[in-house]
């Protein structure tokens, strides 16, 4: 049975190691990079301090590339018995390079390398989301170029309003990705500071050169307030998993809208079929079943952050082991968010428009505005031209729905979508992912010979 990282003069009841550990050795195969990362760095500090000899870094540092190695290929197993990646990581150098391998947890806290590996998958997790909100939004775009004069009815309280277009449609949840990929901006900005060094929440007595491991890392700064460092754990996965909440909601709505136009009795639009299941009696039946899990997908998403919330809302300062079980809803919000994400970029790049009955569904209620804005033009005010209206609405007749678009100018309307605002703000943040990429594959390359961490 491995050591414990806490290990002293007696053994753990089993059922309390069941208890403790639950599925902790499963889900640490994602934070294995994370914290060789964390210790690489961490063991170069050491010997930057004297505490290991250049000839003990050069072979611990082998032996963390080894288990680099050997996790990307899926080759380095966790045990139960190990509790986490952490001790299974100690155990291995230990194993394989003697007592060495029992020096590099010097200075350190099972807390903050725990706090540390999570801190680095979250920096990995915040580009990795943007990078495929990218994609999306990018095929959103070009899905409304496409499109752009393409009619559609407005709708208000599901009821038919005003005419629309397919791009003014589209661009709405485009352009709200958009401001959720600002967000990650700062997001990353909070997460880019090393926890490294605090320890169980207050530092110990040798000269850790924290702003040295945080710049190997390559965080822009270390988390100064030791304690803070502490009890920022769970508040930084809530930030991660609230913002995950944002993206769902969009696509939880725009998934509503898409089951109701890809009605029959709508027909607007046709989802791929690829992505569409079938039934077990009924034949003709072609279900909207990825749609329909998107907006289950959603409530799951918000209900990890709230479950995170529901866990730190009430601790006192200091470490609390209660921490330990918001490392699942973390990964568990990752994956699921990335998964609705791709699955939106698969269904917008194969999704097939029916012009025609667009077309036929700008019927004459869609113009009674128009009518009203035509009197107001004409000298009449608002009010009684509203009035007007409202009281002939048979008189009412419908134009040609691609002409009305022209008739939209101010900026943002379907006859003047400004697609490039979204398409600079786009190329804006993904300067910025491209600069935090390159910097993360520098750490992982010089720290770890591996190419990224793996997510």
């Known amino acids: 049975m491995a050591t414990k990282l806490w290990q002293k003069n007696y053994t753990l009841d089993l059922l309390m190691e069941r208890f403790t550990v639950r599925n902790d050795y499963i889900l640490d195969m994602d934070l294995v990079l994370s914290d060789i990362i964390g210790s690489a760095a961490h063991m170069r500090g050491l010997g930057k301090i004297g505490i290991l000899a250049s000839d003990e ?108 277009s397919v791009a003014l449609w589209m661009m709405s949840y485009a352009e709200e990705l958009v401001d959720e990929l600002g967000m990650a901006e700062n997001l ?29 890392m390559g965080f822009s700064k270390v988390q100064n307030n030791v304690l803070y460092a502490n009890n920022s754990r769970g508040k930084f996965e809530l930030f991660f998993l609230d913002w995950c909440s944002y993206i769902a909601l969009t696509l939880s709505k725009l998934s509503q809208d898409l089951m109701l136009f890809t009605l029959p009795e709508f027909s607007y639009f046709s989802l791929p079929a690829e992505l569409c299941t079938g039934s077990s009696i009924m034949p003709q039946k072609k279900n909207p079943d990825g749609l329909e899990l998107a907006r289950s997908r959603t409530s799951l998403i918000t209900s990890l952050a709230d479950r995170v919330r529901g866990i730190i809302k009430s601790l006192p300062s200091g470490y609390n082991r209660d921490f330990q079980d918001t490392k699942e809803p973390l990964v568990e919000g990752y994956r699921a968010t990335e998964e609705l994400v791709m699955i939106f970029r698969r269904m917008i790049d194969g999704l097939e428009v029916d012009e025609e009955a667009l077309k036929e569904a700008c019927t004459s209620e869609l113009y009674a505005t128009d009518r009203v804005m035509e009197k107001v033009l004409g000298g009449g005010n608002f009010r009684d031209s509203y009035r007007q209206v409202g009281l002939n609405l048979s008189s009412v007749e419908a134009e040609d729905p691609v002409a009305s678009l022209s008739k939209r100018t101010s900026t943002g309307t379907a006859g003047n979508l400004r697609l490039d605002v979204a398409e600079d703000a786009l190329e804006a943040v993904e300067t910025f992912l491209g600069q935090k990429h390159g910097i993360l594959k520098e750490v992982y390359s010089s720290l770890a010979g591996i190419d990224e961490v793996i997510l």
């Open 57 to 164: 870094v050069a072979v611990l540092d082998e032996g963390l590339r080894r288990i680099a190695a050997l996790r990307k290929e899926g080759d380095f197993q966790i045990k139960p018995s190990d509790e986490d990646c952490h001790t299974a990581i100690e155990g291995f150098l230990t194993e394989h390079y003697g007592e060495v391998g029992k020096k590099i947890h010097t200075g350190r806290s099972r807390n903050d390398q725990v706090q540390t590996a999570i801190r680095i998958f979250l920096r990995e997790a915040v580009l990795r989301l943007s990078d495929s909100i990218c994609l999306l939004v990018s095929s959103m775009i070009g899905f409304s170029r496409k499109h752009a004069l393409v009619p559609m009815p407005g709708r208000t309280h599901m009821q038919k309003a005003m005419p629309s």
């Open 188 to 216: 990353y900005g909070v997460f880019d500071q090393s926890p490294l060094g605090s320890a169980a929440s207050y530092g110990t007595t040798l000269p850790l050169d924290r702003e040295y491991t945080a710049s190997l």
